[in-house]
């Protein structure tokens, strides 16, 4: 279940200051192709959603009434949504940096599965496997448009990264997605977040030199 918020409920204190965090740096898809708020905290909260359909429109998204709730809020100093409280990414004494509006997305996080065979502690995703809306894979038809829909209105983008809250590479087209990202913007980083438990060369070792530029093994379940 999605849950969502309360435009018009408390938002905290207004500052004559203005507030910030990097909502309007970032762009968070999930397997589903749910674009959340950008943290733990925020991603019970639904900005919108990526689809295939040929006149699907980033920036329908990016203009959509919750961004500009969250562009409004933050002007005037305000949370946009009760969540903000407990989100790490808040600053409360920086002004609003809309980097979205000048055409440049700082880091593009795609969540290519929920799905994962390790049982990290301190990791929600079986919490969030329970109750999120299916596909646990992201559909390359679904990533495709959304590159298309980022160049075809002229946007820059410093870092792919392939992460969320499952193992990327479950998700058994996971290389198509690296391929699709190197097809519309190949001058652009991409990292992906692993837990190191595929076998490389059956993996994204086929992918040669179109492979991501960094692989973070992610070690959250040794203690
Ligand atoms: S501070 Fe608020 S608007 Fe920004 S990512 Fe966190 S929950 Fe979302």
Redesign the pocket.
């Known amino acids: 279940m999605v849950l969502g918020p309360s435009i018009n409920g408390s938002n905290g204190e207004a500052t004559d200051d203005g507030m910030n965090?990097?909502?309007l740096d970032i762009l968070y898809i999930r397997s589903n192709g749910e674009i959340p708020?950008?943290?733990s905290?925020?991603e019970q909260?639904n900005l919108d959603w990526a689809k295939s359909d040929a006149d699907w429109d980033i920036d329908e998204v990016f203009y959509n009434r919750k961004f500009a709730h969250?562009r409004e809020s933050f002007k005037q100093g305000k949370?946009?949504?009760k969540?903000?409280a407990d989100?790490?990414?808040?600053n409360r004494d920086e002004p609003v940096r809309d980097l979205i509006a000048q055409k440049r997305i700082s880091k593009v996080h795609l969540e290519p599965s929920l799905a994962c065979k390790l049982r990290c502690p301190g990791c929600s995703r079986v919490e969030q496997a329970k109750t999120r809306l299916s596909p646990f894979f992201m559909d390359p038809a679904v990533w495709e448009r959304v590159l298309a829909s980022l160049s075809e209105k002229s946007y820059a983008v410093d870092l792919f990264f392939y992460c969320g809250q499952g193992e990327p590479i479950n998700n058994p087209r996971f290389n198509e997605l690296v391929q699709l990202t190197n097809q519309y913007y190949p001058d652009t980083e991409q990292a992906v977040n692993t837990n190191g438990n595929h076998d490389y060369p059956s993996t994204i070792g086929k992918l040669g030199a179109d492979r991501p530029d960094l692989s973070i093994v992610s070690i959250d379940g040794l203690y």
């Open positions: 965090c990097e909502i708020c950008n943290c905290f925020g909260i969250i949370m946009p949504w969540e903000c989100c790490a990414f808040l």
